[in-house]
């Protein structure tokens, strides 16, 4: 039986969230451009990284930011991205002046990697422009590296991801791309488009240029080269790229990469031993189930089902639901957003970030949705019933469907967003980056009934992060992977979190699981106690870690 979504949905019983950024002082807006968004650059928005930069056991954010303007013809106002310290007790402070990490780009996303593998966490910022990598100086500073390091891209890039594609455990780096513009024809920009009729809104993305995706292969020393021809991303179609994420669809042991296009069809790449090709549409995953394209902005993976096999979310523009891939074997996907109770619920809204993750430690992975209009112009006639700002959405997992609600108030124009466990409780926070507002962090009244464990994976023989890396639990069968970059220009804290559910009795009692290092190694660990954080060192029995 098909279960539907309500139209309008109401917060669910018992997980209301509330925003509590202002408490914890994340008090930088961020966004892109001037307030009419007369060009689509300005509409964008930008995502959110978490990483500890600062090795203290207490994930911080970083938020890429751009410029602003009054009006076309006026000067740019210079706004930097602004990297957070998290301090302990649920607060931050801005540290982005001391840090060294003051820019003045048109930053757009961000993901943290350890790409030098001195063991401390770096950043790469996508941006309107060159793009930015700063290398973690391992001082609490950070120096800028990008066109020495080779991977300063001077397009429009939004996602991007890192992943080791080729098996030589060294980073490589891909680049989503969006269409070919600049600052003159930014300010040149006019709303000559009419929504549904009858607003006139920014032009774009169809009739625009799209500027081809890139693949920057790590050289083991620190630096990248272009390697888009050799590597076959510079065969695929160039179109009109927004959020990334890396996954191995069709469970070969390698990386492969999912690329969600707006006003297109989406991409999966498949590698074949550091080499792809577009197999998208033999995959399922290119279309609607209608067979139609749609304007699709981020993307989270992950064994929603526990079968084994990723599933994707996929968020997408107004007026048409957002895709629900489940893969149903090795290489193959069915879109049912109808069948997994998703399509109702987000028919109207406008989706950008998306998040797959246990809101409420039953061992049910449940999925969170920025949502935001593309045009504030949207407001100015009534009879659209549309709105600018919009509440992000949760989605429940409740057996083989979701129950649709909402989070806030407030409620913004959100972009970006990403998982931090802001004090290392085993309970998720969720941080959102917001077109020219303040950001929100939501955050649970409540804690949530269930047990967990994390885990921290580390392969010092290799490539540190063990991005890649698949851990699988016996009971509750549940698997995690690795990875560095999803849901739209963001990137999630880099733990891997269970739910484990009420344990009663047995609380104390060791969970079995299973490590799949990138290369294939496989090692099996039977003394995990529930309730706490654990470093996993490739070779070497767990460690449970202190609290921060």
Known sequence: MIVLASALPSPVAGQEYRDVAAEAGLSVETGTGGPEKNHIAE???????????????????????????????????????????????????????????????????????????????????????????????????????????????????????????????????FVANYIETDEPAIRAGRRTRRWRGRVSVLDGPRGLVPQANRFFRGRGDGTFEDASDASGIGAVPARYSMGAVALDFDDDGDQDIFVANDSGPNDMLENRGGVFRDAGLFAGVALSADGATQGSMGVAAADADEDGLP??????????????????????????????????????????????????????????????????????????????????????????????????????????????????????????????????????NTPAEGSWIRLRLVDPGGERDAVGARVTLASPRQSRWQRAGGSYASDSERILHFGLGSLGDSEAQPVEIEVRWPDGLTEN??????????????????????PP
């Open 43 to 173: 509409s964008t928005g930008t995502g959110v990284a978490v990483l500890d930069y600062d090795q203290d056991g207490l994930p911080d954010l970083y938020f890429p930011n751009a410029p602003s303007w009054d009006d076309p013809e006026g000067a740019w106002q210079a706004r930097s991205g602004v990297l957070y310290r998290n301090e302990g007790g649920r607060r931050f402070s801005d540290v982005t002046e001391a840090a060294g990490i003051v820019t003045d780009a048109y930053g757009q996303g961000a993901v943290s990697a350890d790409f030098d593998g001195d063991g401390f966490p770096d950043l790469y910022v996508t941006a309107l422009g060159p793009n930015l990598l700063f290398r973690n100086n391992g001082d609490g500073t950070f120096s800028e590296v990008g066109e020495r390091a080779g991977v300063a891209h001077p397009g429009w890039s939004i996602g991007a991801v890192f992943l080791d594609a080729d098996g030589d455990r060294t980073l490589d780096l």
């Open 311 to 444: 599933d994707l979310v996929v968020t997408n523009f107004a007026h048409d639901h957002y895709a629900f891939y489940q893969g149903v074997g090795p290489s193959l996907f069915l879109e049912d957003a109808v069948g997994a109770g998703m399509a109702t619920a987000t028919f109207r809204p406008l989706g950008w970030g998306a998040l797959f993750f246990d809101a409420e430690n039953d061992g049910d992975l449940d999925v969170a949705f920025a949502n935001g209009h593309l045009y504030p112009q949207v407001e100015d006639d009534p009879a659209l019933g549309e709105t600018y700002v919009q509440p992000d959405q949760l989605f429940l997992r409740d057996g083989r469907t979701y129950r649709a609600g909402t989070l806030g108030p407030p409620v913004r124009s959100s972009r970006g967003m990403a998982l931090i466990d802001v004090e290392a409780d085993g309970q998720w926070e969720i941080a959102v980056a917001n077109q020219d507002d303040v950001p929100t962090l939501w955050a649970r």
């Open 525 to 546: 660990h039977g003394a995990i106690a529930a309730r706490r954080t654990w470093l996993l060192r490739r070779g070497s029995a767990p460690v449970a870690l202190p």
